[in-house]
């Protein structure tokens, strides 16, 4: 899973100095998603995508 450190764009420039984080991690998680083995389905196994229920993208 891709390191997801921040929420918006802001903190991640002032301390990572990353422009545009959120929209390049959205395309990271988005991007591993796809490549992931769908016959692991909704379990928690090796490969899983697991995100937060509150997470807004």
Known sequence: MPDAKYGSDEPAFWY???PNYT????EAISEMHVRT???LGNT??????????DDSF
């Open 23 to 26: 929209g390049i991690m959205k």
């Open 44 to 53: 928690l196994m090796p490969g899983a995508t697991i995100m937060k229920a």
């Open 37 to 39: 083995d769908p016959r």
């Open 16 to 18: 990572s100095n990353a």
